[in-house]
T-cell receptor
Framework: KAGVTQTPRYLIKTRGQQVTLSCSPI?????VSWYQQTPGQGLQFLFE???????NKGNFPGRFSGRQFSNSRSEMNVSTLELGDSALYLC???????????FGSGTRLTVV | KNEVEQSPQNLTAQEGEFITINCSYS?????LHWLQQHPGGGIVSLFM???GKKKHGRLIATINIQEKHSSLHITASHPRDSAVYIC??????????FGTGTSLTVIP
């Protein structure tokens, strides 16, 4: 069966722009969570959606937002990009909390 | 916030050795995850634990809820086990906190 698909794989943006990343979960999975990974901070939790509702949010500024559609696909948006937003953005999907998570390959965002 | 600490940070082993990676956390959790990340970024979820012990092939994960401690063991290590292993805690609010990872290199 298809895994978690993230698009695009690579992205280069300039400071001040905004970006939207997409995550298609495994079919049937209703939970999608997003993470940021940087060399300095490691992996950090951004937010988690379940059935189109944001259930929790990590400690990130309001420039980071997301949403989930009725087909469980999720998008993450970052507005007014800063150089420090350069990172690997990962999403993971889950059937339910006790079923574990499957990660996508990530989107590598470079802000110049 | 949950402080998640892993040890060691870096580990080099000879092929065939038994390997242990440790994870300690500071507050109560609903689950603990062990993740494996290979160069290039791909992350694989190895285990999700809320109590006791789980085993998949040569990998074993244990958790002691009272001591707030988990270990990941690799028996008969192999060069393909070389990766970064990350411990992550999940609280009842579905928030995750991650350790900084243990970089494992297994030498043939």
């Amino acid at each position: 069966k298809a895994g978690v698909t993230q698009t695009p794989r690579y992205l280069i943006k300039t400071r001040g722009q905004q970006v939207t990343l997409s995550c298609s979960p495994i079919s049937g999975h209703r939970s999608v969570s997003w993470y940021q990974q940087t060399p300095g901070q490691g992996l950090q939790f951004l937010f988690e959606y379940f059935s189109e509702t944001q259930r929790n949010k990590g400690n990130f500024p309001g420039r980071f937002s997301g949403r989930q559609f009725s087909n469980s696909r999720s998008e993450m948006n970052v507005s007014t990009l800063e150089l420090g937003d350069s990172a690997l953005y990962l999403c993971a999907s889950s059937l339910a909390w006790d079923y574990g998570y499957t990660f996508g390959s990530g989107t590598r965002l470079t802000v110049v | 916030k949950n402080e998640v600490e892993q040890s060691p940070q870096n580990l080099t082993a000879q092929e065939g050795e038994f390997i242990t990676i440790n994870c300690s956390y500071s507050v109560g959790i609903s689950a603990l995850h062990w993740l494996q990340q290979h160069p290039g970024g791909g992350i694989v979820s190895l285990f999700m634990l809320s109590s006791g012990k789980k085993k998949h092939g040569r990998l074993i994960a244990t958790i002691n809820i009272q001591e707030k401690h988990s270990s990941l063991h690799i028996t008969a290590s192999h060069p393909r086990d070389s990766a970064v292993y990350i411990c992550a805690t999940e609280n009842t609010g579905n928030q995750f906190y991650f350790g900084t990872g243990t970089s494992l290199t297994v030498i043939p």
